[in-house]
């Protein structure tokens, strides 16, 4: 088995401010994935990564930047927080080939003052 | 384009009951299909997949889901649900191993003692 750890659980930002969210699995996945999952609107592709320094866009990408540094940890910034921003932000993984087996982290909770 | 919906936004049962929490699809060719649970205030697990084969997929906790190429569905069931099996059900689908996937906006499943 294997978890997938997400930090910081909630973040409250400023409006304009610069955040990161950062995770870590110990899945040895190759695939990496951020998720933006607001109320009644299901689960929207921010950025995802298949290896090491990958980035792809997801259909979210705009005013999000990533950074997949190593296989084992994938960063998501908040360019310029917006108070529409606030939501739900889930990092998950999965074995190359198996994309419909998908594991996800806890979330972390923005707010946006 | 593919899609992936589910028609129930909300469903109420009481423990005992059996469910069918429904999700159909739209896309010509092979489409691999699964369904997550998530619990409040946590990430998604996996529950079930289907690729190829025998139609009928049994996941944990009794949950299984019946897979119609004539209908375009992937319905999720279970003979008789317990209180802690209230969550949001998402469906999801990709049409190839490597390719993203396509989220439902998930059902939430309250069960009444």
């Known amino acids: 088995g294997g978890i997938i750890t997400q930090t910081p659980k909630f973040l409250i930002g400023q409006e304009g401010q610069k955040l990161t969210l950062k995770c870590q699995q110990n899945?040895?996945?190759?695939?990496m994935y951020w998720y933006r999952q607001d109320s009644g609107k299901g689960l929207r592709l921010i950025y995802y990564?298949?290896?090491?320094?990958?980035?792809q866009k997801g259909d979210l990408s705009e005013g999000y930047d990533a950074s997949r540094e190593k296989k084992s940890s994938f960063s998501l910034t908040v360019t310029s927080a917006q108070k529409n921003e606030m939501a739900v932000f889930l990092c998950?993984?999965?074995?190359?080939?198996?994309?419909?087996?998908?594991?996800f982290g806890k979330g972390t909770r923005l707010t946006v003052v | 384009t593919q899609t992936v919906s589910q028609s129930d936004a909300h469903v109420t049962v009481f423990e005992g009951d059996s469910v069918e929490l429904r999700c159909n699809y739209s896309?010509?060719?092979?489409?691999?299909l699964s369904w997550y649970i998530q619990h409040h205030g946590r990430g998604l697990q996996f529950l079930l997949k289907?690729?190829?084969?025998n139609p009928v997929v049994q996941g944990v906790n009794g949950f299984k889901a019946e897979f119609s190429k004539s209908d375009s569905s992937f319905h999720l069931r279970k003979a008789s649900v317990h209180w802690s099996d209230s969550a949001v059900y998402f469906c999801?689908?990709?049409?190839?191993?490597?390719?993203?996937?396509?989220w439902g906006l998930g059902t939430s499943l309250v069960v009444n003692p």
């Open positions: 999801a689908g990709c049409v190839g191993d490597n390719s993203k996937l396509i």
């Open positions: 896309y010509g060719g092979s489409i691999y």
């Open positions: 289907y690729y190829s084969g």
């Open positions: 899945f040895n996945h190759d695939t």
């Open positions: 990564s298949i290896t090491e320094n990958d980035l």
């Open positions: 998950a993984s999965s074995r190359t080939g198996s994309n419909t087996e998908v594991f």
